[in-house]
């Protein structure tokens, strides 16, 4: 038990260390080295958790999409499509830090792909959509609608004041998303 609270501890540490010189340049740049520096972490402790910066920062990325996962699976099957945004920017505000380090120019350019992959199967099972299938005009409306999305969060979380709650601005992105894409689905019968 003594145990798993050092590795947690250690983990969390190396995570705050990598997130903190990530914000100053790339993960290309980073040594581990500076990492263990900052983090006060021998080099042996480090490589007991990871075999380099790029397998810990993929460690990262992947809790914070089974962080999506966890807080899409509690909510009901049918719940408002709101709500799951609603959700979704909570979960994104409470690591507000994180994911604007991993969604800037200095974090790993794949990992809005990654996020997007595990949304997109939840969002074509709401549009009660085939998600195997590719170049469709659903994947295309998935894809052009996502951009917009991230891209508009990366503004919100940039911002610094946060004048928009999750709520309000979980309107803003439904309003804006929702009625398109239910009048190309219209058209599309």
Known sequence: MITDRR??????????????LMKEKPISRI???????DADINRATYYSHYKDQYDQ?????????????????????NAAPENVIDSLLQYILENRELCCTLLSPNGDMRFEEKVSGV????????????????????????TY?????????????NDGDM?????????????????NIDNIFREKQ
Do not use: H
Request: aromatic share 12%.
């Open 119 to 142: 949304v997109r199967d939840r969002v074509f099972a709401v549009w009660k959509v085939n998600p195997s299938q590719k170049n469709t005009l659903d994947d295309y409306i998935y």
């Open 145 to 157: 609608t996502l951009a917009g999305c991230v891209g508009i969060v990366i503004k919100w979380l």
């Open 57 to 77: 920062l993929n460690q990262i990325e992947m809790e914070f999409i089974d962080g999506i996962n966890a807080y899409l699976d509690s909510l009901a099957e």
């Open 31 to 37: 040594s581990i080295k500076a990492i263990c520096e």
């Open 7 to 20: 590795i947690k501890y250690t983990k969390m540490v190396l995570k705050d260390s990598l997130i903190k």
């Open 163 to 179: 004048r928009y709650s999750p709520q309000q601005f979980g309107r803003l992105l439904y309003a804006l998303n929702v009625n």
